[in-house]
């Protein structure tokens, strides 16, 4: 019987091998069961850092959300859709702008030629292709997972027809990991052969590639140079994940992580620098946060007209939690843009398009996992 079972698990290695090569079916099991211990323990930090603050903020969330509907209401009855694309591909004033009641909103970065952000709306795919449980983009097969993400896009350009939509592919391409690894940095890098079969899949179709990071032990300076030939791609963009991002030596996994805006600044630096080299296109640069100790210091964010800023809502949850952590981590602590991640699976129920694009300011980038 166990000679039964090891011969099984054997065929199955060796089948995985020849399709995807031993070092990417190594790197998928790895995924699968980094994965499922995650799971649970973000399910737990997430409790304890932000659903207690629920009851506290229950009565003043109905007030700032029909606030904020209002105003967002307001804008579309005051705005022909001709005016409303001429304001978001001439004006700072869109509704990723603006401010709340009690934080000014930052006068964002002048809009150079090839920005994506304002004049469009990004919506993404998140995931990773070798593990069917890190996001909706490696849970289903390549051409279900596309049309999936057309239909998506287009649920999106009707609910708003005022601004073009926009589909990206948002693949972790560094993934952190409760084995230290060789250099004991607690990630694992995907080889780029499984990073440009997943960019070919983007610029085959004209959509945006975002390549995600997270540095486990690392550092941004030590993991942003091998995706440098990725980069000067003018699809391509990138995101950073402070979830695990781990200051103190502490595994990933075991708590929230953080980054600092130093730590951004060096990202924006880096790929600014690139769009003067290659006259490129200003880049996207995708922020996660759902907690506030995530981000330290985010007032301290440099505004580039080169790389376009996005702090992107990352948490999970029924309706009422989402919109309280959207008010703590982006409406109190604005940077530049506004992003917004959904979750098939987590969100219960999960906002439709038309109740993200209502928040105040609209988000800009929208991401499902």
Same mark, same amino acid.
């Given at each position: 019987m166990q000679l039964a079972a090891k011969y099984r698990l054997a065929r199955a290695? +060796?089948? /995985? #091998?020849? +399709?995807? /090569? #031993?070092?990417?079916?190594?790197a998928r099991l790895a995924l699968e069961a980094e994965q499922a211990r995650l799971d649970s323990i973000r399910v737990d930090s997430l409790v304890r850092d932000s659903i207690s603050r629920v009851d506290s903020i229950a009565r003043a969330d109905s007030i700032a959300r029909a606030d904020s509907i209002a105003r967002a209401d307001s804008v579309r009855r005051a705005d022909s859709l001709r005016a409303a694309r001429a304001a978001r591909a001439t004006s700072t004033a869109s509704r990723s702008s603006g401010s709340t009641d009690s934080v000014p909103w930052p006068t964002l970065p002048k809009v150079l030629p090839g920005s994506v952000v304002p004049a469009s709306r990004v919506v993404a795919y998140?995931?990773?292709p070798l593990s069917r449980?890190?996001?909706v983009l490696g849970e289903y097969p390549r051409d279900e997972m596309l049309r999936r993400l057309e239909q998506t896009v287009?649920?999106?350009a009707e609910a708003d027809s005022t601004i073009p939509v926009r589909a990206a592919l948002h693949m972790i391409v560094t993934v952190a990991q409760a084995d230290g690894?060789?250099?004991?940095?607690y990630r694992l890098r995907m080889s780029d052969s499984v990073i440009e079969r997943v960019a070919q899949w983007a610029e085959q179709r004209g959509w945006l590639f975002f390549m995600d990071v997270q540095v486990g032990l690392s550092t941004v300076q030590a993991e942003l140079p091998r995706l440098a030939h990725f980069l000067e791609r003018p699809y391509v963009h990138l995101a950073l994940d402070p979830e695990f991002a781990m200051k103190d030596g502490t595994r990933p996994g075991r708590k929230?992580?953080?980054?600092d805006a130093a730590e951004v600044n060096h990202a924006i630096r880096f790929l600014a620098d690139m769009v003067e080299r290659g006259k490129l296109p200003p880049k996207m640069l995708v922020v996660h946060r759902f907690t506030e100790r995530m981000l330290t210091n985010a007032d301290q964010i440099v505004a580039d007209p080169r790389v376009q800023v996005i702090i992107d809502m990352d948490g999970f949850g029924a309706p009422q939690l989402k919109r309280s952590t959207w008010r703590h981590?982006?409406?109190?602590?604005?940077v530049q843009y506004a992003g917004f991640k959904l979750f098939y699976k987590n969100d219960k129920p999960m906002l439709t398009p038309t109740q993200v694009i209502d928040l105040f300011p609209s988000p800009?980038?929208?991401q499902y996992q």
């Open positions: 290695a +060796l089948f /995985g #091998c020849v +399709l995807m /090569g #031993c070092a990417d079916y190594r998140y995931g990773n449980r890190m996001g287009a649920e999106w690894g060789r250099d004991g940095m929230i992580g953080t980054m981590v982006i409406q109190n602590d604005p800009v980038y929208i």
